[in-house]
């Protein structure tokens, strides 16, 4: 299987360059509309709401920058056109774990984890340990909380929605 360097679901980029673009259109202007009216009115040392017009400002523009670079250099992956007997980019996987409790995950790009139901971004350690496996394959996941053991059950490709 070849690495990618950006991949992303096409559902989790029309998701975030959505954002972006509400973001970018509507919510910036309206929060620079308020700081300049807040301005207006004096000194701005004092003013409550020119104080957080410039926080939430700040909070845009960061998000911004962020989406900006997710969406940069992408390659996107339609999740209805990949099929396979693997565990690869946008696949959806059913896990049993050693206590026997049944765990799912969609391994999807990074910063789209938010908009797929049990995501898990491809880079995250639990991914990394699915990646290639087959069903029926045994996987041991290795994890900052610790390590766990789990069966590969089922491998599902398509979008799913959150």
């Known amino acids: 299987m070849a690495v990618l360097s950006k991949p992303v679901t096409k559902l989790g980029h029309s998701k975030m360059a959505d954002e972006h673009e509400f973001l970018a259109r509507t919510e910036r202007p309206k929060v620079l509309e308020g700081i300049q ?19 939430r400002l700040r909070e845009l523009d960061r998000r911004l920058r962020y ?8 390659q996107i992956i339609d999740q209805n ?14 896990v049993l774990t050693e206590q026997g409790e049944k765990k799912r995950y969609t391994i999807v790009g990074e910063g789209e984890t938010e908009f797929h139901q049990s995501a898990v971004s491809w880079k995250s350690p639990v991914a990394k340990a699915l990646l290639g496996k087959k069903v029926g394959d045994s996987v ?8 766990i053991e789990v069966e590969i059950e089922e491998i599902s490709f398509g979008t799913f929605e959150a």
Do not use: M, Q
């Open 37 to 55: 009216i807040a301005a207006a009115e004096g000194d701005r040392s004092e003013n409550a709401e020119y104080i957080y017009g410039r926080k």
């Open 67 to 74: 989406l900006d670079a997710l969406l940069k250099d992408t």
């Open 81 to 94: 056109k990949i099929s396979g007997e693997r565990v690869i980019f946008g696949s959806t996987v059913v």
């Open 140 to 147: 041991t996941i290795y994890r900052p909380a610790g390590d």
